[in-house]
Every structure is written in C-alpha cells, then in structure tokens.
C-alpha cells in the first residue's frame, strides 16, 4: 500500500499529521520537513499523531525520525507543549509505550486509542501551558 500523511493546522496551536499506508523515503523526508514548519513558526503548539491507517515503518523512515527529534530535542523541548499519538491496535500501542519508556521525546506524550480521546489529551496539554 502506498502512503500519504497531511497535516491539519485548522486547529492551531494544535496541529493533526495523518499518515496513511506506507511512506517512501521521499514522503518520510517531507514528513520531517512539514515538522520542522510546525517548529519554525515559532509558537507553542500540540501534536497529535494519528497512526490508525499506517503500514509498516521502514528502516529510513524509523532512522530519519529519531535523527530528526535528536537534532531538534531542545526546540521540541521549548515548543512543543506534547505529542499524542493515535494507535488503534493494543499491540503496537504497547510496543510504542515501550519505546518511549526507553527513549522518551523531551516534551510530554501520551498514546490513545481513538482520535477523539487524543484531541482531549492535546487540549488539556495546550491549556496547561497557557
């Protein structure tokens, strides 16, 4: 299954990044890209990742990620107030709970099951922070 993701910005400072199928290396460079104008704008926001209709996660794309979160760990730090992400199966919610147990984002996280419980998560994330 190809991929695609699109970022949803209508709900500013909270922004949606959905990613469907699997992404190539050129959709995961311009994925890493739409989050890096997410960050240089500047402003305080919250990230909700849904996951539900994404296929497997290549090797370039597990890399180019963690390089892209080292690289910007203190503006991440400064500016994103959280990071939510949306899995629907019990299983990779584990897996990714684990993962971040043993390497944690340097802003706060959570993963939910629906979309709908991730917004309320984000809110109350952008609130909290004024």
């Not at 629907?88 to 419980?117: G, I």
């Amino acid at each position: 299954m190809s991929g695609s993701f699109r970022v949803d910005d209508s709900r500013w400072p909270i922004a949606v990044i959905t990613v469907e199928g699997v992404l190539d290396d050129v959709q995961v460079d311009a994925y890493v890209a739409a989050g890096t104008q997410l960050l240089e704008r500047g402003e305080p926001y919250v990230v909700v990742i849904d996951l539900r209709a994404m296929g497997t996660v290549t090797a370039y794309a597990r890399a180019r990620n963690t390089q892209w979160a080292e690289a910007h760990r203190e503006q991440l730090h400064r500016t994103c107030r959280g990071s939510v992400f949306v899995i629907t199966s019990p299983l990779l919610r584990f897996v990714t709970m684990t993962a971040l147990l043993l390497a944690p984002l340097p802003m706060p996280y959570a993963v939910r099951r629906e979309l709908d419980e991730a917004l309320v998560w984000a809110e109350a994330q952008r609130a909290a922070k004024g």
